[in-house]
Each structure stands twice: as structure tokens, then as C-alpha cells.
């Protein structure tokens, strides 16, 4: 188990930028996918971006392609999700996930462990 905290939310104007971090606990964080979730007010929580443990390979939801990227510091425990050219529509509470040595999925359930949330809200 490996416990994870976001940072890095806040209110931005549309079309704004900021880099969600992800710090996770413990050791061995290199070992974990890690995805990125967000949830929105009435609305189910969704995939936005996961970056695999071996291969560092990356996936991202359709709605945010070619804005968000995330990326990954092993030697600092933490996960990274850059948002440029962001719009109302993400505006969520956006929840970071854990899972050990499997491969990037885009299933909540698939994931073991969860950060408490950082919210981010995009004014128009």
C-alpha cells in the first residue's frame, strides 16, 4: 500500500495553465502506475491520464489529449500533471491512483490506492 497526496489545484482562468503533483510515501514508488481521475459535480469520476511503472508508457483521456501530460519523478515519489489551455469543463476534483507492478489501465477499479483529491476550478 502506498499513500498518495495531490497538490497543486486552484482557480485559473480559461485557458491557463497548472501541474497537479501526486507525492506518494514509501519506497519502490518507481514499481506503481499511477493514474490521474478527475470528478466533476452530478458527474462520475473519469479517466484523465496514466503513466505506467516499466516502461513509463502513457495514456490519456480524449478530452484532454494534446493539453495534459503526465510524467514521472522516481527519485521524488511523485507524479506530475501538466494542464495548459485549460477550460471550464475540467473543472473538478481531480484524485491521483496507485497500483503495483501491473500494467497502465483505465479503470478506476483497477486501482488500489487514492490521494484525497486537489480541486481545480477553470473561471470563463
Known amino acids: 500500500q502506498v499513500q498518495l497526496v495531490e497538490s497543486g489545484g486552484g482557480l485559473v482562468q480559461a485557458g491557463g495553465s497548472l501541474r497537479l503533483s501526486c507525492a506518494a510515501s514509501g519506497r519502490a514508488f518507481s514499481a506503481y502506475t499511477v493514474g490521474w481521475f478527475r470528478q466533476a459535480p452530478g458527474k462520475e469520476r473519469e479517466f484523465v491520464a496514466a503513466i505506467g511503472w516499466s516502461t513509463g508508457s502513457t495514456h490519456y483521456g480524449d478530452s484532454v489529449k494534446g493539453r495534459f501530460t503526465i510524467s514521472r519523478d522516481n527519485a521524488k515519489n511523485t507524479v506530475y500533471l501538466q494542464m495548459i489551455s485549460l477550460k471550464p469543463e475540467d473543472t473538478a476534483v481531480y484524485y491521483c491512483?496507485?497500483?503495483?507492478?501491473?500494467?497502465?489501465?483505465?479503470?478506476?477499479?483497477?486501482?488500489?490506492?487514492w490521494g484525497q483529491g486537489t480541486q481545480v476550478t477553470v473561471s470563463s
Open positions: 491512483a496507485a497500483r503495483k507492478m501491473r500494467p497502465l489501465t483505465t479503470t478506476l477499479s483497477t486501482y488500489d490506492d
